[in-house]
């Protein structure tokens, strides 16, 4: 049976501004779109950022196009020449788990680590975090010292140009309207040498005050080269030469690296800004380059520990016929909910969240912020968790879809994380407790045996504000125990 359509209720809970969708399932599909829409298009591709802009009306494409049916976009390769090719549309999570990444890389899956949420993480692409051109993006400085370059494809053909050239400034990047970022390359991995990453925060889930990105060589006590990167420290994310140069062909000493962290600080230029001040970003900047360099020095030619988790192949693309929907149109679409074959017909600027809970009646998964920020409406898709608020409701057709009604335990019992829950006195208002259940299954999806720390990290883009995260940290170790 198909759900009747309810109207919209308010703003703040719902997205109101209509766009036609398109859901190319070609490359060769999305190019003839991208010349047919040109300015007046918006690729959706995680679509974290893109849902915030258009929910706060920063942006009015006429269509949105999904580009997560398009398999060439997605995937981390080792092509002939042995350079690292990863798919724009690949996930930031997937890159974090890279063997390859990790080995090689280690500052970019330390970037892709330090993101602040774990939904986003999983949701969010590399091509959206450079596309977007946030001076703050976490990936762009760990990219950059290795001097990595952007793939850029339109009818025209491709071109390849250094991330360097590509970001120019606050949301300015090269990218010209027809095109899209087909990948990103890295070059060969060199001997002897290492990379490492920081960023500082207010609070661990949030973007950067600062960030920084080392990658050095070395022969016995000689600096051999290195590069030096720093993010949400100037108008778009910098290479600081200077500092390389004063460190590059030199023995290594303690003062050398302190003189080359005093040039790190004069060289950029920071704002004031809600998440920091210009003394205090120039101050942190000394410590960072200390930090970091050391941390890169002394991993130089050892071979880095890889750490993987369960999950390979996050959201595959669907074998379903590509979607063209106009503003204002509907489409049944079909989706597994909690084990369920349900269909339900959607626009396609309608939300999951308001989907599940308006028009299937499961109201479990919470309405918060509305913005990515709180975790409340996390539901898994596909056995991972995503923020239902920043979901396009079409975009789950053909998926499996859980939310927190769909727990269940052995006949008549809670789940176990549920029990865990309830045994350690991990809630009290209940408000964030569905959003914390599904990123906790999430989690044990993934790594059936997390340590507490791995715990903290999943969870930090979940925010309670009763119970306090002990209990909740407490109660998924209970969980481990259960399964
Ligand atoms: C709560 C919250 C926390 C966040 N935390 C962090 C963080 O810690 N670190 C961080 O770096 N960022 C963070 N972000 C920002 C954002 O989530 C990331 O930048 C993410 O990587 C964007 O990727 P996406 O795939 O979701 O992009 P989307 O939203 O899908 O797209 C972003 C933009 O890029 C364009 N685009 C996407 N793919 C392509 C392509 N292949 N070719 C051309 N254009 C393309 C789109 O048209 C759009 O304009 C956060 C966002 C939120 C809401
Ligand atoms: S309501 Fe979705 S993250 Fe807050
Ligand atoms: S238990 Fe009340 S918000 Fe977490």
Redesign the pocket.
């Known amino acids: 049976m198909t759900e009747p359509h309810a109207p919209h209720k308010s703003e703040n809970t719902h997205l109101l501004y209509e766009f036609a969708y398109r859901e190319p399932a070609t490359l060769a599909d999305l190019l003839v779109l991208m010349d047919q829409y040109g300015n007046e298009a ?12 258009l929910k706060m009306n920063r ?1 009015q494409p006429k269509v949105v196009i999904n ?1 997560n049916q398009i398999p060439d ?1 997605k995937g981390i390769s080792v092509n002939a020449a042995g350079e690292l090719v990863i798919g ?2 690949t ?2 999570h997937e890159i974090e788990f890279n063997a390859e990444v990790q080995a090689h890389y280690a500052a970019l899956a330390a970037s892709c680590a ?4 774990k939904q ?1 993480e999983i ?7 450079l ?2 051109g ?1 001076p ?4 762009p400085p760990a990219l950059m010292i290795f001097d990595a370059k952007v793939v850029l494809l339109s009818s025209k053909g491709t071109r390849e140009m250094l991330l360097a050239d590509f970001l120019v400034n606050p949301r300015e990047t090269k ?1 010209k309207e027809n ?4 990948a990103v390359v890295l070059p060969k991995p060199v001997e002897n040498s290492a990379s490492a990453f920081l960023k500082i925060t207010r609070v661990v ?4 005050k600062a960030s920084i990105a080392i990658r050095v060589q070395r022969n016995g006590d000689t600096i051999v080269n290195c590069a030096i990167s720093m993010g949400a420290v100037a108008p778009k994310v910098i290479r600081l030469p200077r500092a390389e140069a004063h460190l590059t062909g030199k023995k290594f000493s303690e003062s050398l690296l302190s003189e080359a962290a005093q040039i790190v600080s004069e060289d950029i230029t920071p704002i004031d800004d809600v998440r920091s001040t210009t003394w205090y970003r120039r101050e942190v900047s000394k410590a960072m380059t200390l930090d970091t360099f050391r941390m890169a020095w002394e991993n130089c030619g050892k071979k880095q520990t890889v750490k993987l988790d369960g999950m390979e192949n996050l959201f595959s693309t669907l074998n379903h016929a590509p979607i063209d929907l106009n503003e204002n149109e509907e489409r049944d679409i079909f989706i597994k909910l909690n084990g369920r074959d349900r269909k339900v017909r959607v626009q396609p600027h309608e939300l999951l969240i308001n989907v599940i809970r308006d028009r299937l009646e499961l109201t479990g998964a919470k309405y918060g912020c509305g ?3 709180c975790g409340a409406c996390t539901v898994l898709m596909d056995g991972m968790a995503v923020l239902s608020c ?1 979901t396009l409701a079409v975009h789950a057709d053909g998926r499996a879809i859980m939310t927190v009604e769909g727990l269940e335990g052995k006949p008549g019992k809670f789940d176990p994380v549920q029990e865990a829950y309830m045994e350690s006195q991990a809630f009290q208002c209940g408000y964030c407790t569905p959003g914390f259940l599904m990123a906790t299954k999430s989690l044990l999806n993934e790594l059936p045996k997390p340590s507490e720390d791995d715990i903290r990290d999943y969870l930090k ?1 979940n925010r309670c504000r009763c119970t306090g995260y002990a209990s909740i940290v407490r109660a998924v170790v209970n969980s481990v125990e259960k399964q």
């Open positions: 918006e690729l959706l591709a995680g679509g974290t950022h893109l849902m915030t802009q942006t580009l976009l724009a549309n996930s930031i330090s993101f602040g949420s986003i949701m969010g692409t590399i091509g959206g975090n596309c977007n946030s703050a993006s976490d990936t990218r095109e899209i970022m087909l889930a949030d973007l950067a913005i990515g920020e920043l883009g």
